[in-house]
T-cell receptor, first 110, second 114 residues
Framework: DAKTTQPNSMESNEEEPVHLPCNHS???????IHWYRQLPSQGPEYVIH???SNVNNRMASLAIAEDRKSSTLILHRATLRDAAVYYC???????????FGTGTSLTVIP | DVKVTQSSRYLVKRTGEKVFLECVQD?????MFWYRQDPGLGLRLIYF???????EKGDIPEGYSVSREKKERFSLILESASTNQTSMYLC?????????????FGEGSWLTVV
């Protein structure tokens, strides 16, 4: 399985932007980059995904490096409700095995 | 919205008991998954299913089996529960195996084996 590397933890002040990095140097050409987050005592929820171009939705933005070996999830204004563990995963176009890892635990400081 | 429902949120079972964890999705998804989540280890795939009666082993299938008799339902079975199976179990589903398909998770089932 192609794997990703994320920092174990990050902190942000409330209402400031947050940039969560992810390295995926072994990404293949057809792998999609997905981001999920897990709030305390809940299952992970979808945040955003992309292939090559930067993506925006109501929750976040995803910036993908030109060589696709890294990506950054951007929360434009962190709120206390954004405190969660954020997972970056690579989903291949064939097969159902993908690697979640341990993610980045985001703390939002009031 | 897609809903993935896990039948039990919290369970306490005795060592050696047979345990069933049930999962139902309401969006006619082809693929369903069972993960376990332990502190420091992230999510680890136990089994997945890509169609009714079809299944494949994930990274940690030992001590577990699964059943998918209907498309919407995927069951995880612990034939003889052991204390090292105390964990949070997450069910998930996806429209299909394509890379762009989103994965939807249930809220999790916390299993304690005593």
């Amino acid at each position: 399985d192609a794997k990703t590397t994320q920092p174990n933890s990050m902190e942000s002040n409330e209402e400031e932007p947050v940039h969560l990095p992810c390295n995926h140097s072994t990404i293949s050409g057809t792998d999609y980059i997905h981001w999920y987050r897990q709030l305390p005592s809940q299952g992970p929820e979808y945040v955003i995904h992309g292939l090559t171009s930067n993506v925006n939705n109501r929750m976040a933005s995803l910036a993908i490096a030109e060589d696709r070996k890294s990506s950054t999830l951007i929360l434009h204004r962190a709120t206390l409700r954004d405190a969660a563990v954020y997972y970056c995963i690579l989903r291949p176009n064939t097969g159902n095995q993908f690697y979640f890892g341990t993610g980045t635990s985001l703390t939002v400081i009031p | 919205d897609v809903k993935v429902t896990q039948s039990s949120r919290y369970l306490v079972k005795r060592t050696g008991e047979k345990v069933f964890l049930e999962c139902v999705q309401d969006m006619d998804h082809e693929n369903m998954f069972w993960y376990r989540q332990d502190p420091g280890l992230g999510l680890r795939l136990i089994y997945f299913s890509y169609d009714v009666k079809m299944k494949e082993k994930g990274d940690i299938p030992e001590g577990y089996s699964v059943s998918r008799e209907k498309k919407e339902r995927f069951s995880l079975i612990l034939e003889s529960a052991s204390t090292n199976q105390t964990s949070m179990y997450l069910c998930a589903s996806s429209l299909g195996p394509r890379a762009r398909n989103t994965i939807y998770f249930g809220e999790g089932s916390w299993l304690t084996v005593v």
